[in-house]
């Protein structure tokens, strides 16, 4: 199994600003996802993140809000850029081993 | 498009009781199943998952769920609740064949109460 963590493990920011969310695997895995889980809501997928390639986003997400990094095969990060109060949730990373889906602890933002 | 339904957003049990918590999804492919356990303030734990071979699954704290392809199905289900039952269950199948692309369709979710 993938032992996933990230950092944050929490913040509460102001409108306008950005958070950058750190995502580290223990093992080099080819893709990395990232999910968000609204108050209340299910788990939605944000985007896959390639090693050396730039990231696929999901329809309703795109990259200037939710920029993301994956500079080697253990580790990205996702920024929540110009934030508003609707981007509160819990931001979860997400890699794929085993025929398994393995989720971090989540990132719980609250914004103000 | 593949979707999942859990019925019920919220279920409550006595401790001791059968817990059984619905799931139904649409696939046009052989799905992968999934069941997370969310406790407060905590990440998506694996409870159990299908992919093929046996239909009825063993997972972790004593849950099970049996996939039945006729009715499209994947209940969890556990003979006997404990107060440390009680968490935020999630219903999730995959998107795409052997989970080639690393996205999970998840359900609403299901929380679940258990009362002493």
């Known amino acids: 199994s993938a032992v996933i963590s990230q950092k944050p493990s929490r913040d509460i920011c102001q409108r306008g600003t950005s958070l950058t969310i750190q995502c580290q695997v223990d093992?080099?895995?080819?893709?990395m996802f990232w999910y968000r889980q609204q108050p209340g809501q299910s788990l939605t997928l944000i985007a896959t993140?390639?090693?050396?390639?730039?990231?696929?986003?999901e329809s309703g997400f795109v990259i200037d809000k939710f920029p993301i990094s994956r500079p080697n095969l253990t580790f990205s990060t996702l920024t929540v850029s110009n934030m508003s109060p609707e981007d509160s949730s819990i931001y979860l990373c997400?890699?794929?081993?085993?025929?398994?889906?393995?989720f971090g602890p989540g990132t719980r933002l609250l914004v103000l | 498009a593949q979707s999942v339904t859990q019925l019920g957003s919220h279920v409550s049990v006595s401790e001791g009781a059968l817990v059984l918590l619905r799931c139904n999804y649409s696939?046009?492919?052989?799905?992968?199943l999934f069941w997370y356990v969310q406790y407060p303030n905590q990440g998506l734990q694996l409870l159990l998952k299908?992919?093929?071979?046996?239909?009825l699954v063993k997972g972790i704290n004593g849950f099970e769920a049996e996939f039945k392809k006729s009715e499209t199905s994947f209940h969890l289900t556990k003979p006997s609740a404990h107060m440390s039952d009680a968490a935020e269950y999630f219903c999730a199948v995959s998107e795409g064949v052997r989970l080639n692309t690393g996205k999970l369709i998840f359900g609403q979710g299901t929380t679940l109460q258990v009362k002493p």
């Open positions: 299908y992919t093929t071979g046996a239909t």
């Open positions: 993140a390639n090693q050396g390639s730039e990231a696929t986003y």
């Open positions: 093992s080099q895995v080819t893709m």
């Open positions: 997400s890699v794929t081993g085993s025929g398994t889906q393995y």
């Open positions: 696939s046009s492919v052989p799905p992968y």
